[in-house]
């Protein structure tokens, strides 16, 4: 089958930076990054049928639940980028997909990689898709953008605390918190001249429950030291964690 092929499965997705992805230094936000990975996977997985439509008859939504990322340096306003995507293997039920991302002249500037769950629109329990060819996830597991698979994070016991109200915007059309606001929430912890002197090398993210209408976000921030920075955030009503995350800088 020619989608079973690597290039059948290898999808490729074209960006323009705008001043709405950019920071007060014309540079690239970390959220419009995991956006444009959102945005290529969304595009692949369309193209390749297992998309928002061709999972929706099934009761099944596409939730991100980790992601890695990894960045050479940052794109700017004005700036061309490609991101090169593919599914790459499926871990029980954790569907994994790598990323590359290449500037205008064809320059990898950063890679990722992900595991997607699918999700009963009705349970919001995890769930297997049926009727995809056995090998269609995993045709693609020994291609990598990032060998070792989206890091699993252990919880923040201590550390500076803030309180979060999430606001109309900040939900999607799965009627929950849309990952690059839980982005967005970390990296507006950080002072204008942190942002001045600093740019995010790697983002790892983990998301273990959906963020509702009506819901509080407690989140703890903490230093280890040599621009690493630990997060988590905590639904305030249930005392359940919603994401713990990790940025160096």
């Given at each position: 089958m020619e989608t079973l092929s690597e290039k059948g499965l290898t999808s490729y997705s074209e960006f323009r930076v705008t001043s709405a992805d950019t920071d007060m230094y014309a540079r690239v936000r970390l959220g419009a990054v995991v956006n444009y990975l959102i945005q290529s996977a969304i595009d692949s997985a369309d193209r390749l049928?297992?998309?928002?439509?061709?999972?929706?008859?099934?009761?099944?939504?596409?939730?991100?639940?980790?992601?890695?990322?990894?960045?050479?340096?940052?794109?700017?306003?004005y700036e061309k980028l490609e991101v090169e995507t593919w599914p790459k293997n499926v871990e029980r039920i954790l569907y994994i997909r790598d990323f590359i991302l290449r500037d205008g002249n064809g320059i990898i500037v950063g890679r990722g990689t992900s595991g997607w769950l699918a999700v009963d629109l009705a349970t919001r329990r995890m769930k297997?898709?049926?009727?995809?060819h056995a090998g269609f996830f995993d045709h693609l597991k020994d291609k990598h953008a990032i060998a070792d698979p989206p890091e699993k994070l252990f919880p923040v016991k201590e550390g500076d605390e803030f309180d979060i109200q999430p606001a109309y915007y900040d939900f999607d059309l799965n009627g929950h918190v849309t990952t690059t606001r839980y982005v967005d929430w970390m990296m507006d912890t950080f002072s204008h001249e942190f942002h001045k002197n600093s740019f995010p090398r790697k983002l790892t993210l983990n998301i273990m429950k959906e963020t509702m209408p009506g819901e509080k976000i407690f989140m703890r921030s903490r230093s280890d030291g040599d621009g690493v920075y630990r997060f988590e955030g905590m639904n305030s009503d249930s005392n359940t964690g919603a994401f713990r995350a990790c940025i160096c800088f």
């Open positions: 049928g297992f998309g928002y439509g061709g999972i929706r008859h099934q009761n099944l939504f596409w939730v991100l639940s980790r992601l890695t990322v990894e960045l050479e340096q940052p794109l700017k306003w297997k898709i049926d009727g995809i």
